[in-house]
């Protein structure tokens, strides 16, 4: 498994609420492909949604977004946790 940040670009302003439900579902989603959805985080006045998920790939954590809300990920990076 390995860390993955992505990133979502929703192009205008996003509530709190919206991202909530739609992180959710992404955990109802999340077992059936080894995906663990971690922490997210929200800039609701620029639409930026920022998660961390430990997964086996990347495409493995785009799938999950894929199948719970169809809000896939514009960039997806491989990080490491520093100390």
Request: aromatic share 8%; with cysteine.
């Amino acid at each position: 498994m390995a860390l993955f940040m992505d990133v979502h670009n929703l192009g205008g302003p996003v509530t709190g609420e919206d991202v909530a439900k739609a992180h959710a579902a992404d955990l109802e989603t999340q077992d059936e492909h080894g995906v663990h959805y971690l922490r997210y985080w929200v800039d609701e006045g620029q639409g930026k949604i920022f998660c961390l998920v430990d997964a086996p790939s990347a495409e493995a954590a785009n799938t999950v977004h894929r199948e719970a809300h169809g809000l896939v990920a514009d960039e997806i990076f491989q990080v490491s946790e520093g100390e």
